[in-house]
C-alpha cells in the first residue's frame, strides 16, 4: 500500500482534500489525524507511539473497516487481509468484480483422509456456527517457532484453531519438521504464518470463510497470492510435495491442489 494509495482512500471518505501526489505532507497527516479521533475506537491500540508510516496504514485500514472492507485488525501493518480489502475498495469504485471463482481442479491429489472433514457447504453441521467459541477453543503448541507475516518481528509459539483441529495442525506440523528439518522449514518458509481463525467473509467473494470456523491456515501469503496460480505461487514448487502430503493425509485440502489459486491456504473442508 504506498501513499498514493492511502491519499485516495482518505480523499474518498472526505478527510483529505490535497493533492494524490504520493508524498505524505502536512495535509496528509491531518487527514490521518482526524480519522485517528474520529474512528479511535476501531483501532486495536491507540496510535500514539506508531511510526509515521503506521499511523498512515492505520487511517486507510480505519477507513476502509468503516466502509465494510475487511482489511483486519486495525494494527497499522499491510498483510493480506488489508491487500485484499485495498483490491476491494479499488474493484468497487471501478465497479468491476473482485472475486474470485473456486472451479474444482479437474484430477486433483487427494487422500482418503479429507474424508474425516465435511464439505464445505456442510462446516456449520460439523463445526458449529461460525464464530462461536468452539472456533478459537483448540489450542496447537508449534513445535518450530513461527512469524508473522505482516510484522515478522513478532514470533509465533501457538495459536487458536476449533477445538477439534488442535491436533491434526499440530501433527501437521510435528511431521513436516520431522521431514524436511528446521532449516528447511525456514528456508522454503513454511514458518510464515499467516493467520487461522478470523471471522470474515472469504476473500473475493461473498459467503462466509472457513477460517471464519478456526479450520483453515494461511502460510506466507506474500510469495502465494490469493489470485496467483501455479505458475506464480512459491508453494506450488516440487519442494513443497511432502508439505502437502503430510498436510493431506491428516485430512487437510490445500487450496492450491483443489482449486489451483490461494496457495498458501489450506483448510479442513472439502469443495
Ligand atoms: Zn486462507
Known amino acids: 500500500m504506498?501513499?498514493?494509495?492511502?491519499?485516495?482512500?482518505?480523499?474518498?471518505?472526505?478527510?483529505?482534500?490535497?493533492?494524490?501526489?504520493?508524498?505524505a505532507g502536512p495535509k496528509t497527516y491531518s487527514a490521518v489525524a482526524a480519522v485517528e479521533k474520529?474512528?479511535?475506537?476501531?483501532?486495536?491500540?491507540?496510535?500514539?507511539?506508531w511510526s509515521r508510516r503506521r499511523r498512515l496504514i492505520g487511517a486507510a485500514q480505519a477507513v476502509?473497516?468503516?466502509?465494510?472492507?475487511?482489511?483486519?485488525?486495525?494494527?497499522?501493518?499491510?498483510?493480506?487481509?488489508?491487500?485484499e480489502a485495498l483490491i476491494a475498495w479499488r474493484s468497487k469504485k471501478a465497479?468491476?468484480?473482485?472475486?474470485?471463482?473456486?472451479?474444482?481442479?479437474?484430477?486433483?491429489?487427494?487422500?482418503?483422509?479429507?474424508?474425516?472433514?465435511?464439505?464445505?457447504?456442510?462446516?456449520?453441521?460439523?463445526?458449529?456456527?461460525?464464530?462461536?467459541?468452539?472456533c478459537t477453543a483448540g489450542e496447537v503448541v508449534l513445535p518450530f517457532p513461527m512469524l508473522l507475516a505482516w510484522n515478522k518481528q513478532q514470533v509465533i509459539r501457538r495459536f487458536f484453531c476449533h477445538e477439534k483441529l488442535a491436533r491434526p495442525f499440530t501433527d501437521i506440523f510435528r511431521h513436516a519438521v520431522k521431514h524436511y528439518g528446521q532449516a528447511d522449514i525456514e528456508r522454503l518458509n513454511l514458518n510464515i504464518y499467516g493467520g487461522c481463525f478470523n471471522y470474515r467473509k472469504k476473500r473475493g467473494g461473498d459467503t462466509l470463510s472457513t477460517h471464519a470456523y478456526g479450520a483453515?491456515?494461511?502460510?506466507?501469503?506474500?510469495?502465494?497470492?490469493?489470485?496467483?496460480?501455479?505458475?506464480?505461487?512459491?508453494?506450488?514448487?516440487?519442494?513443497?510435495?511432502?508439505?502437502?502430503?503430510?498436510?493431506?493425509?491428516?485430512?487437510?485440502?490445500?487450496?492450491?491442489?483443489a482449486w489451483g489459486?490461494?496457495?498458501?491456504?489450506?483448510?479442513?473442508a472439502r469443495l
Not at 5 to 15: E, F, K, P, R, S
Not at 114 to 128: E, I, V, W
Not at 225 to 245: C, I, K, M, T, V
Open 216 to 257: 483453515a491456515l494461511d502460510l506466507n501469503p506474500a510469495k502465494n497470492q490469493l489470485r496467483w496460480g501455479a505458475d506464480r505461487a512459491q508453494f506450488a514448487h516440487s519442494d513443497y510435495e511432502p508439505f502437502w502430503n503430510i498436510v493431506m493425509a491428516h485430512g487437510g485440502t490445500p487450496a492450491g491442489y
Open 38 to 49: 474520529l474512528h479511535a475506537r476501531s483501532y486495536r491500540k491507540p496510535p500514539d507511539r
Open 95 to 134: 465497479g468491476v468484480s473482485w472475486s474470485v471463482p473456486i472451479v474444482p481442479v479437474k484430477g486433483a491429489r487427494t487422500h482418503a483422509n479429507q474424508a474425516l472433514f465435511p464439505r464445505q457447504s456442510d462446516m456449520h453441521t460439523f463445526y458449529g456456527a461460525a464464530g462461536g467459541p468452539q
Open 261 to 268: 489459486a490461494d496457495w498458501m491456504h489450506f483448510q479442513f
Open 64 to 83: 476502509l473497516h468503516a466502509g465494510g472492507f475487511e482489511p483486519g485488525h486495525i494494527d497499522g501493518y499491510v498483510g493480506h487481509n488489508t491487500s
Open 2 to 23: 504506498n501513499v498514493s494509495d492511502i491519499q485516495l482512500v482518505l480523499a474518498d471518505a472526505g478527510y483529505y482534500k490535497g493533492a494524490i501526489d504520493g508524498t
